[in-house]
């Protein structure tokens, strides 16, 4: 049994998830006795100062996005070999709830209402110059009221920096929603980057299947770069205005907006 982190003031639970770099434990925060997700980067990390030093800026970064549709960060700081960050518990993500729909397919109506929920928040990050770069249904996740909340912001840039041994591990989980602009390993992606991760997302929502796949991590990035924008099924070809407008191979042609995006959802309605 793996040996569970200590940390001053929180009583450690279990283990939540693993990422490349980092875990997620539920914790209670023992001073509020409120339930806690803490992330902690991995001790292996500790050796790279740059990985270490980004996960404590972005950790920074994330904290003073006020947004009710961000995960809220409570603490973070580093005891030992641990540099931590907790943030707001959640239990269920999007993946999770996409899991259990028939076929894995959303009702329209409902995954364009969360779609517009997440936009709302990438225009708040976007306009102070935060950008996301990992946006998959693994990175929203929903409060009991089924509010939709992003979560890890900026996480992606401490994946850069990390040691190239985790590249594939990293690149497993994402590669599926890069944008054409990262797959081309352009450094300077913007929040149009952002918008076609999550055009990526919602056609996944509605059709229960990634709209590009292949034998290996390079043939998905070709795709992403050099396909056609996907065809939704006929049934739903409604909304293929939306496919192509968030997820166009090049950025000044996606939207780039909320209004944007509801002004196109209320035309097609």
Do not use: W
Request: with cysteine; glycine share 6%; charged share 30%.
């Amino acid at each position: 049994m793996t040996e569970l982190p200590d940390i001053p003031g929180y009583h450690i639970v279990t283990i939540l998830s693993k990422g490349g770099i980092a875990r997620v434990y539920l914790g209670i925060q023992e001073k509020l006795n409120r339930q806690v997700a803490i992330k902690i980067l991995k001790p292996f990390f500790l050796k790279d100062t740059d990985t270490a030093e980004r996960f404590k800026r972005e950790a920074k970064t994330a904290a003073v996005l006020t947004h009710s549709n961000i995960v809220q960060i409570y603490d973070t700081g580093i005891i030992d070999d641990y540099h931590y960050i907790v943030m707001e518990y959640l239990e269920e993500s999007l993946a999770e709830r996409m899991d259990r729909e028939p076929d894995g397919k959303m009702k329209p109506d409902i995954a364009l209402s969360i779609i517009e929920e997440i936009i709302k928040a990438l225009d708040y990050a976007h306009f102070r110059g935060v950008y996301h770069r990992d946006l998959k249904p693994e990175n929203i996740m929903f409060r009991q009221d089924s509010t939709p909340v992003l979560v890890d912001f900026g996480i992606a840039r401490v994946y850069d920096s990390a040691p190239r041994l985790t590249g594939s591990e990293v690149l497993l989980g994402t590669v599926y929603y890069m944008s054409p602009e990262q797959c081309r390993g352009e450094t300077n992606v913007d929040g149009r980057s952002d918008i076609y991760s999550l055009g990526v997302v919602l056609f996944e929502m509605l059709t229960g299947k990634l709209p590009y796949s292949g034998n290996g991590i390079i043939s998905i990035l070709k795709r992403h770069n050099e396909a056609p924008v996907p065809r939704l099924p006929e049934d739903l070809s409604r909304y293929q205005p939306l496919i192509d407008k968030m997820m166009a191979k090049d950025k000044h042609d996606r939207i780039s907006s909320a209004p944007e995006f509801a002004s196109l959802r209320d035309s097609i309605k």
